[in-house]
């Protein structure tokens, strides 16, 4: 007789925890833990969404004539802890075993190391297949290799599952349609609506006891609109192939004012906690660029984003932990400003994408890129506190795909292993992707001085202050020419003008 434990993020019906399961005998155990509720202080959508999707997957197992046994957030008995739980059943019955599809997190994955000794029971931890490259798959392929690079990668995974490929090689004959996915956006542009859900009343009483348990968690709670099945995560899925895969390539990199959602997937979410599974979305996308639906430059690119850069980040989680959560190759220090949680600052750019990162637990890529990683990076933001505050505000957050993103695309904080250099930009980039700067207070086109956008300044006061850490880097090479021509009144403009705006910053956290 086996105890067979769900995590919150394996609501996929094939999961492998699942396979031989006996309907009979076998116990199926699943929680809602205040130790993983709270190890960060989740966005308030977000703890909506994973437990209303446990409920909802729990109903389908149930109804699949599965023996269940679910525990609620708010059950007196409820021990808070995951290996509480487990230890609680395993008192109520005969098992000879715990099952359990390997946890998604080093954190957890970790804890259960010790499982065996603490519950006095054989428990199994089996690998998690709905991704696309095993841990030992990634280790193989980077093993010797000076540099890891995504592309690689990439490539090597549309082999290997036969996407958009021909006999040739690949679809088109180039791998990367890239440089065709940079266009800024076109004024009046409408961008079709994202996938909205009516929340049902078992989504409404997780957001009573949200709100009632949860009252100080970052986010707005209402407006939820998340699909919270595995029906409703497909029919998200399809709205974006048939209505906005199109132009997703085309204005990838693009930020308007008011249009939080733009033309991307917002399936993030459900792939992560096992609504959707990664392979059909690409198949999805594939067979509508094969029917004539879509162009070859957003399936490629949407493509690209699932097999390559959300395998190769969590290859690189796997095979870089724990040591890789504590890196800080530019020292960075300094606190993360006040305003992430407030979005009250002068920067419209930044406010923008804080105040919509608010209202609905999503950033499009490129905002949390370009805008607010920019400015983490640029203003030297201490890595463990931005690491906690996007592994909070988002709804798709797990630390193995927010880390990587996090220290290593936006931060640098890993030295260049998984990105070959900082994307490190000023004012002119946010101006050329958006139409935030028209808006703003502060002058894209102002270079030094109040008035001037503190991107500008901050850019260059970040390359002069990592001197040492990066002008051996080739691709910053130009940079540091640039740096090198600049007169000394100019350098002393940009010191005097990032001073001042970090002394801003500094009065305000101490005001608060
Ligand atoms: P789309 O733009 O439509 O892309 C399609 C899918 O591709 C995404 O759903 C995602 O599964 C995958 N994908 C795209 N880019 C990446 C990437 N860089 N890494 C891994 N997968 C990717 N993604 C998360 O799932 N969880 C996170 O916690 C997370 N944190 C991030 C933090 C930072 C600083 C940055 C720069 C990126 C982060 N990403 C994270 C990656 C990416 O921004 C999100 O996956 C994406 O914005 C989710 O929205 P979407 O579903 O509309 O994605």
Redesign the pocket.
């Known amino acids: 007789m086996k105890l067979r434990l769900i995590l919150g993020d394996q609501l996929s019906s094939d999961i492998s925890s699942l396979r031989d399961v006996d309907a009979k005998n076998d116990t199926l155990l699943m929680c809602e833990v205040r130790a993983e509720a709270t190890y960060v202080k989740h966005h308030k959508k977000k703890i909506v969404f994973v437990f209303s999707s446990m409920r909802h997957f729990a109903a389908e197992l149930v109804r699949s004539e599965l023996n269940l046994q679910y525990v609620k957030y708010d059950d007196p008995q409820n021990s808070g802890s995951l290996v509480g739980e487990v230890a609680r059943f395993l008192a109520q019955g005969d098992y000879d075993e715990v099952i359990v599809t390997a946890p998604s997190e080093y954190r957890l994955s970790n804890e259960m190391q010790s499982w065996p000794s603490i519950l006095g029971i054989p428990v199994t931890i089996r690998e998690d297949d709905r991704f696309l490259c095993t841990p030992a798959e990634f280790s193989n392929w980077a093993k010797g290799r000076k540099q890891l690079r995504m592309e690689y990668f990439y490539r090597e995974m549309r082999r290997k599952y036969s996407v958009l490929m021909d006999e040739t090689g690949p679809v088109g004959g180039q791998w990367n349609y890239d440089s065709d996915n940079r266009k800024p956006p076109v004024a009046g542009m409408t961008v079709p609506d994202t996938y909205r859900a009516e929340p049902d009343s078992v989504t409404q009483e997780i957001m009573t006891l949200v709100e009632t348990h949860f009252p100080d968690h970052f986010g707005d709670l209402y407006p939820f609109h998340f699909a919270v099945t595995r029906d409703q995560a497909l029919a998200a899925l399809d709205e974006?192939i048939t209505r906005r895969l199109t132009f997703?390539g085309d204005y990838?990199d693009a930020m308007i004012q008011g249009e939080p959602w733009m033309y991307?997937?917002?399936?993030?979410?459900y792939?992560?906690c096992g609504l959707l599974n990664p392979l059909e979305c690409i198949e999805r996308a594939e067979a509508a660029f094969h029917k004539g639906d879509a162009p070859l430059n957003a399936v490629e690119g949407?493509i690209r984003?699932?097999l390559g850069?959300?395998e190769y980040?969590r290859g690189i989680y796997w095979h870089e932990m724990p040591h890789y959560a504590s890196q800080n190759f530019l020292e960075a220090k300094r606190t993360l400003p006040d305003f992430f949680w407030t979005g009250v600052t002068q920067m419209n750019c930044m406010r923008q994408c804080i105040t919509e990162t608010k209202q609905n637990a999503?950033?499009?890529?490129i905002q949390?890129?370009m805008v607010?990683?920019n400015f983490c990076l640029l203003a030297g933001i201490d890595p463990d506190e931005v690491n906690n505050w996007?592994?909070l505000v988002?709804a798709?957050?797990?630390e193995w795909?927010?880390l990587?993103?996090?220290s290593g695309?936006?931060l640098f904080a890993d030295g260049g292993q998984l990105a070959s250099k900082p994307y490190a930009a000023s004012g002119a980039y946010i101006k050329k992707m958006s139409n935030y700067c028209a808006s703003c207070t502060y002058k894209v086109t102002v270079k030094n001085g109040p008035k001037a956008c503190p991107f500008n300044y901050l850019y260059w006061d970040f390359i002069g202050r990592n001197d040492a850490k990066l002008r051996g880097n080739p691709r910053m090479g130009f940079m540091y020419k640039s740096l090198d021509r600049m007169s000394t009144e100019k350098r002393h403009a940009i010191r005097d003008d990032s001073r001042r705006f970090f002394k801003a910053l500094e009065t305000n956290e101490k005001g608060r």
């Open positions: 974006f997703f990838q991307h997937s917002h399936i993030g979410l792939l992560n949407f984003q699932i850069w959300r980040v999503y950033a499009h890529h949390r890129l607010l990683g996007y592994l988002y798709d957050a797990y795909v927010e990587p993103n996090v695309m936006i």
